[in-house]
């Protein structure tokens, strides 16, 4: 049988998803209703930290159109929600209930579900529940000594340590030791839908259907069957369009559980759409930490050790991914660089604040600012360049594959591939960097305030251990791929049907590729960690290719051929020898195979593996500072990434673009702040600055493939984060650089008021 | 019928681009609204006896283009892009802004710095507001309840008036964190008739007379706007949110000043 061609893997083909929502026909979490349907509205807590002392539904009950009002009490059934990812024990305590049952953590907790004919009696109602409360004094830092959390547990639910190597000797024979205290704002994933969800139990088939489901469809339809003590057969996850998912969408959060619990027992669809401010209050913060971090280096910059101790505010409870972000802040912070002995300390610390998930680049997004600003200390303590100490230190291409000995996420981390220093070449060149240097020399010259930065970072994509997928061709040829993935708009179907497309031997334009439906496949993962493209992808090419041989086997037979020359192409088994000669379609291969035991022409296959892989690359920022305002101007950016192999290099670059500019949010202008009260400070878009087109530097992107991954046959890594990654190390170096001093930045987000003391700092 | 229903807590509705976003978080719950869109008799914007006539559903978009030749109209059209959005510009209305008072409003600033003669009307009569009477607070004016704000009239600019406008906001759109607009002449390379106004970082916009006295009958060199800069940054109240304290407030006015009147100069 010939070898399949890569026709469309490596094309930038157009989406298969934009039709439908280009011509007004996408599906997303509000557009679904069902007759007869109650909407829910929760009542949150105004309070950062107080006990329950009694909760008064009666005046919202008497409101014409309520049908229910719930409170801890009608969901006491219901255990706390549990965690996905974590080999921590020890940590239930710290797990959030559906409402709060006698202490309320955090402004925005739930402490009611009102159920009315309308979302606007619902709302009406909903401010008429009155919650009386003791107050009491809120934790809000999460560098304070940790407090009572309940009786016998403290605000600290776990310490995470990693390390390799003797520190404390390298510290001892240290030629340097450089020490920095850095702090990531608290900020997080904002997609412009916000989260919805509709549940409805069909009777008839004791189906329990949640509409709206994100991300982990699969895992949470598990939850839920278990929470809710029913068959896992009798609960359906569906994923209608999801518009963004960031990790925040689709984790398993208190109104999943509501809604459907309430559908079970009020015997009507119950639906639910969070509003902007409740999305804001409500749904998972991130990346808050504060580090203090010392490496010990050689004379020549060489880095002997770092040892790291930080500290994560988690919020109020401890959600599904537990100490998720802690640990691979730990597990990631070495980056590329050769470090022979390490120590992370990660304290998760409890405050009375939102509680925290995963944001696109977790951990990643944190140590590569705390990592960077580090390298560029030791720079300029050493008087070396910036780069040229960079180069020193990274992990050479003929070192691959680098075992980091540290763990994360049930993996070793073993660095599959990769030439750092490579990529670094082609960005310099590609930047005119000497040149570009000079040009902002000029400028400074001119009394400009402008530089730049650039900052090196590894990524790790692609996490398993496993996916599966399901290729089928029926009698008229229609080819679909049934997956366990998820789509959260980053254009899955597209680079699936590609994959699927040239294993196959079809075009990608007319594959159906399913996802997110749980009655449509056993198992899935869904879509995080940038595993889609690794993980599903080669379980389809694996599934795709079965289905080829199995058509080239039968069309030896029908047209007497032999298999070696033979080959699919446009759908048709044709002669290799005789391309012009008799040939046979996939769907008459299909409809002759559909009386046989394997049920049509069709495969199903699994693709495993125990490791991440881990794609790279450099951010450079060139920046501009108005020294009267402190605004800082991004003027240009670049991303250089190494993705092994791009199967759509336009959807590469288009997650490159998306995940710099929410990396240019959390280091520019998003921040949730709260006031002493732990009252949030930031509900609204007009106090959550997100950057607008109007913000966004024109964004360069280098894709380059120079390192597949060994651990798949066509090489691919995950693109999802790597625009996000680095974005904070990249703009507080070119912020160095303009001002002229190097570690002027120790805190992100840098507001302008912040640069402006700087700037005072400047001046005296 | 505003005469009517202001008692029973009616309001008037203009573009909706304030009072809908306030009632849709719940903290504006009007018993009546009074739409007064499609009422041709406000949708008037011409210039009479001297000044600019803009009626009560002039939009903002009125002035994406100059509404008249001279200063007057090039400093309106300066103006009216650092209001919101382009589509909010389509809906919101030039006397809506007034009557909201947001500290912010750049047209709040343009009528207290040119000097605006504010027409109210109400089953009681008809009485004109000098700008500087008018605003009282965050978001509070000399409009009572029963009034409709039916026309707001700006002096035509003289031909040799300069004009120089600058504003600071985090992002394209926002609300103004502070924001300069000033006008003078120069007559015989000094500065007459100095009008200079600032937003965005007091309760309302109003005039500096410090800042004016420093300017006029000098010659507009840096040392000069320098120090009109310093005595509008002394001069004011400072507002405190979670963008700017007061000292990051001064040092915003300081260069918002110095910049509007380098442009107004240049
Ligand atoms: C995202 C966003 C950003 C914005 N940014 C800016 C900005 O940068 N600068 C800025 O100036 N504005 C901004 N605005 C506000 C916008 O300009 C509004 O249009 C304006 O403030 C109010 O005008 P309106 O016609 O929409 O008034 P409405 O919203 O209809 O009314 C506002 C208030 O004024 C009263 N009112 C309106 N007209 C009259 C009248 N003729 N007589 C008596 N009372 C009246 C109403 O009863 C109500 O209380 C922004 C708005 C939004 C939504």
């Known amino acids: ?764 | 019928m505003l005469g009517e229903y202001a008692a029973e807590d009616g309001r008037i509705l203009a573009g909706g681009q304030s009072l809908v976003p306030t009632m849709a978080f719940r903290l504006a719950k009007p018993a009546h609204l009074i739409d007064i869109n499609g009422i041709a008799a406000l949708e008037k914007l011409n210039v009479e006896n001297g000044s600019l006539s803009i009626g009560a559903c002039v939009r903002h978009a009125a002035f994406h283009r100059p509404a008249l030749a001279g200063p007057l109209g090039a400093l309106l059209t300066t103006v009216v892009h650092h209001i919101a959005h382009y589509p909010i510009r389509l809906r919101g209305t030039f006397c809506g802004s007034l009557a909201h008072a947001d500290p912010a409003s750049e047209w709040c600033l343009v009528a207290a710095t040119v000097g605006a003669d504010i027409t109210a009307i109400s089953t009681r009569g008809t009485r004109t507001i000098a700008a500087a009477d008018f605003f009282a607070g965050i978001m509070t004016t000399a409009l009572a309840e029963d009034e409709l704000l039916a026309r707001v009239n700006l002096p035509v600019l003289s031909r040799d008036t300069r004009f120089g406008f600058c504003e600071f906001s985090r992002r394209a759109g926002d609300y103004a964190i502070a924001m300069t607009l000033a006008t003078l002449r120069l007559e015989g390379g000094a500065i007459v008739d100095p009008r200079v106004g600032v937003g965005g970082a007091e309760a309302f916009p109003r005039r500096i007379p410090e800042a004016e006295a420093a300017l006029a009958g000098r010659a507009p060199n840096e040392a000069v706007l320098r120090a009109a800069a310093d005595a509008a940054a002394h001069a004011i109240d400072p507002l405190e949110d979670i963008q700017a304290d007061a000292a990051y407030r001064r040092d915003l006015v300081r260069a918002m000043t110095r910049r509007a009147l380098a442009r107004a100069c240049a």
Request: proline share 5%.
């Open chain 1, 1 to 764: 049988m010939a070898q399949p061609k890569q026709k469309f893997v490596g094309r930038s083909v157009l989406r298969l998803e934009d039709r439908p929502l280009l011509t007004g026909a996408g599906r997303f979490a509000a557009d679904i209703s069902f007759p007869g349907q109650l909407h829910m509205r929760v009542v949150r807590s105004a309070h950062a930290h107080a006990r329950i002392l009694a909760v008064h539904t009666a005046d919202a009950a008497a409101l014409p159109g309520v049908h229910a009002i719930w409170t801890a009490a009608d969901v006491a059934h219901i255990p706390p929600i549990d965690f996905r990812l974590t080999k921590l024990v020890g940590l239930e305590p710290y797990r959030q209930r559906a409402l709060a049952t006698d202490r309320l953590r955090y402004v925005g907790e739930p402490v009611a579900a009102v159920f009315a004919e309308s979302a606007y009696v619902a709302e009406d109602a909903a401010e008429l529940v009155q919650v009386e409360v003791e107050e009491l004094a809120p934790v809000l830092d999460a560098l304070q000594e940790p407090q009572a959390f309940a009786d016998g547990l403290r605000s600290e639910p776990a310490v995470v340590r990693k390390g390799f190597g003797d520190v404390d000797a390298a510290f001892r024979k240290a030629h340097t030791v450089v020490e920095l205290d850095l702090t990531v704002g608290r900020h997080s994933g904002v997609p412009m839908e916000t989260r919805g969800l509709i549940a409805r139990h069909d009777r008839t088939r004791d189906v329990l259907e949640l509409y709206g489901a994100a991300k982990v469809p699969h895992w949470n339809r598990a939850q839920i069957a278990r929470m809710l003590g029913r068959a896992l057969e009798s609960v359906q996850l569906y994923e209608g369009h999801v518009g963004g998912g960031f990790g925040v969408r689709g984790e398993l959060y208190p109104e999943d559980l509501l809604v459907c619990a309430a559908a079970l027992k009020l015997a009507r669809p119950v639906k639910w759409i969070e509003d902007r401010r409740e999305h804001l209050l409500a749904t998972n913060h991130s990346r808050q930490q504060s580090h203090r971090v010392r490496a010990a280096v050689d004379a020549d910059g060489r880095i002997l050790a770092i040892d790291d101790e930080f500290f994560t505010d988690q919020g109020a409870y401890l959600r599904t991914h537990a100490a998720t972000v802690t640990d691979l802040t730990a597990a990631m912070l070495p980056g590329p660089y050769r470090v022979p002995a390490y120590r992370a300390v990660g304290h998760v610390r409890l405050t009375n604040k939102t509680p925290c998930g995963t944001y696109r680049a977790p951990g990643r997004f944190e140590s590569t600012f705390v990592r960077e600003r580090l390298v560029d200390a030791i720079a300029t303590r050493l008087d070396i360049d910036p780069i040229e100490l960079r180069r020193r230190n990274l992990i050479t291409a003929a070192e691959m594959p680098y075992l980091r000995t540290l763990g994360t996420l049930g993996t070793e981390i073993e660095l599959d591939s990769g030439d750092y220093a490579g990529l670094l070449d082609k960005t310099m060149a590609h930047l005119d960097w000497p040149a570009l240097q000079r040009r902002l020399a000029q400028r400074r010259a001119a009394d400009e305030l402008v530089g730049a930065g650039l900052v090196m970072f590894v990524e790790k994509t692609g996490l398993g251990p496993r996916d599966l997928a399901r290729v089928s061709v029926d009698g008229d040829g229609a080819v679909e791929v049934v997956t366990g993935a998820a789509s959260v708009g980053q254009g899955v179907e597209t680079v699936i049907a590609q994959i699927c497309a040239d294993a196959l031997g079809v075009d990608y334009a007319g594959i159906r590729v399913v996802h997110g439906q749980t009655d449509r496949i056993a198992f899935g993962m869904g879509a995080f960690a940038s595993r889609v493209t690794v993980m599903t992808g080669e379980a389809t090419r694996i599934a795709a290719a079965k289905v080829r041989a199995r058509a080239v086997e039968v069309a030896a037979e029908l047209l007497q051929a032999p298999p070696d020359l033979l080959d699919v192409v446009d759908g048709r088994v044709v002669r290799t020898d005789a391309p012009e000669g008799p040939s046979i379609s996939l769907g008459e291969i299909a409809r002759t195979l559909a009386a046989s035991p394997d049920g049509g022409l069709c495969a199903e296959s699994w693709f495993q593996t125990d490791h991440m892989n881990y794609p790279y690359g450099v951010h450079a920022a060139v920046v501009a500072i108005d020294r009267g305002t402190g605004a800082v101007t991004v003027e240009c950016y670049l991303v250089a990434y190494d993705i092994g192999k791009a199967v759509n290099p336009m959807l590469v670059e288009g997650q490159l673009v998306g995940g710099v500019l929410q990396g240019l949010g959390g280091s520019l202008y998003e921040e949730f702040r709260y006031d002493e009260r732990g009252e949030p400070l930031c509900v609204t878009f007009a106090d959550y600055l997100l950057p607008t087109a109007r913000e966004a530097p024109p964004v360069d992107v280098l894709i380059s493939e120079d390192a597949p991954s060994p651990l798949n046959p066509l090489g691919l890594k995950g693109a999802g984060e790597g625009g996000a990654s680095a974005v904070g190390a990249a703009v507080a170096a070119a912020i160095d650089a303009a001002l002229g001093m190097p570690g002027a930045v120790t805190a992100l987000p840098v507001t302008p008021r912040k640069m402006r003391e700087i700037l005072r700092q400047e001046t005296l």
